[in-house]
């Protein structure tokens, strides 16, 4: 039932999504570049690996001696706003659609944090990632890691259909508040440590 509802509220939804895709990219592309699209190697459903489609929002600014610069500095005007507004996580619905993503679910992090997970944070790998979930309209990167996860178990163990309306009807509320964007003195979440 949630594949279904995933797949029929997105192809429903494409009209509205679809053109603010095409906006997006092309301001990203003038703004910030090639390539257009951000993707990565995360862990999704039993942890398997899949390559989830983001915009770019960083430039790809080095220093002296061609490392990446910090985040900080390498995240624009434009790469914030993308972020604030959750445009840069459209392209996701692509991964919805493939099945490799739900609309709701805990969000996918790194593949680094795989082995620093406890037994029970590890639960989270039950169901399949999302691009919004329950930890995000509870404070998104503004709560600490052992928050987020018992938010991200707590879904898994009280998912249904209707919790899955409510998260995404929160979340766009979230959005127009832009609330919890980023931690506390930083542009991103900080790494999970374990």
Same mark, same amino acid.
């Given at each position: 039932?949630?594949?279904? %509802? ?40 039993? =942890?398997?690996? %899949? ?14 001696? =061609? ?10 005007? %434009? ?17 919805? +659609?493939? =099945? ?9 992090? +790194? ?15 039950? *169901? ?20 987020? %996860? ?14 899955? *309306? ?27 440590? =374990?």
């Amino acid at each position: 039932m949630k594949r279904a %509802f995933d797949i029929v509220l997105t192809v429903l939804t494409a009209p509205l999504w679809a053109p603010v895709l095409a906006v997006v990219a092309l301001l990203v592309r003038w703004r910030l570049g090639s390539p257009v699209f951000f993707r990565q190697v995360r862990p999704g459903l039993h =942890g398997k690996p %899949f390559r989830m489609v983001k915009f770019r929002s960083m430039t790809d600014a080095r220093d002296a001696a =061609g490392q990446l610069l910090p985040d900080e500095q390498r995240l624009p005007a %434009f790469g914030r706003l993308l972020r604030s507004t959750s445009l840069d996580e459209l392209p996701e619905l692509w991964n919805v +659609l493939k =099945g490799d993503m739900s609309l709701v679910g805990p969000r996918p992090l +790194l593949m680094d944090y795989l082995p620093l997970y406890s037994p029970e944070q590890a639960r989270r790998h039950e *169901v399949r990632p999302g691009v919004t979930g329950w930890a995000q309209v509870n404070g998104r990167n503004a709560i600490s890691w052992p928050d987020k %996860f018992a938010l991200d178990v707590w879904y898994v163990d009280n998912r249904s259909l209707w919790l899955d *309306v409510r998260i995404i009807g929160m979340t766009l509320a979230k959005v127009l508040r832009r609330d919890g964007i980023s931690a506390a003195d930083s542009s991103t979440m900080e790494r999970f440590r =374990g």
